[in-house]
């Protein structure tokens, strides 16, 4: 029987339109929204690295590491939008400074190879299925976050393609709202700003 549904999965892939399909991931958040995230607001700019690999029945595996860069906006009250190559995804922060987005194939095109994204596409899986999950901690001037996610594709029950995604992501602010620590700098002699106090690392 378990060689008969892979035969058919293969079937599927061939022929498309014969089979319904569908796309699963676990990939929820473990963090809520909160209301008093104003210590962690800001502007944070770093870069993410992303490794894929694709796995397709007939197909073979595919695995590619890109690393891109990245910007973060948290606000006061709860919500982070992390952008990167013109995409903007949006996700929250709780009070403690715990943050976390769901992102889709769509949304992290800039950090999947074309080759993969092309395998998915040939095995029917939705590109718009959230495939990953971005989680981190913020300790102001810095956020870090994991990159993990497992995306399913199935036909006629079978699982005929899967996505697994691991990376990480760090970033650093000079905004001032973030850091929290400039009381009194107004009282200091004029100088080109924060050229090595907010020196950014990567």
């Known amino acids: 029987m378990r060689y008969l ?3 058919l999965g293969l079937i599927c892939i061939s022929v498309l339109a014969g089979c319904a399909s569908s796309s699963s991931s676990g990939v929820d958040l473990t ?4 209301d008093a995230t104003g210590r962690f607001a ?3 700019n770093g870069t993410i690295s992303l490794t894929s690999t694709a796995d397709v029945v007939g197909q073979g595996v595919a695995t590619d590491t890109r690393v891109e860069s990245v910007s973060l906006r948290v606000t006061a009250d709860g919500l982070v939008f992390l952008t990167v190559e013109g995409v903007t995804i949006s996700g929250v922060v709780d009070n403690f400074g715990n943050w976390g987005v769901q992102a889709s194939v769509d949304d992290l095109k800039a950090l999947v190879s074309e080759k993969n994204i092309s395998l998915l596409q040939d095995a029917g899986c939705s590109l718009g299925t959230k495939a990953a999950r971005i989680q981190g901690q913020i300790n102001p001037p810095s956020m870090r976050g994991n990159v993990s996610g497992n995306l399913k ?8 393609a899967t996505l697994n995604t691991a990376g990480t992501l760090s970033a650093s602010s000079s905004s001032t709202t973030a850091t929290g620590d400039l009381q009194g700098a107004d009282n200091a002699a004029p100088t080109t700003p924060g050229t090595e106090r907010f020196k950014l690392s990567f």
């Open 5 to 7: 549904k892979t035969a």
């Open 42 to 44: 800001g502007t944070y």
């Open 31 to 34: 963090v809520s929204r909160g």
């Open 153 to 160: 594709c199935k036909r006629a029950e079978v699982t005929v």
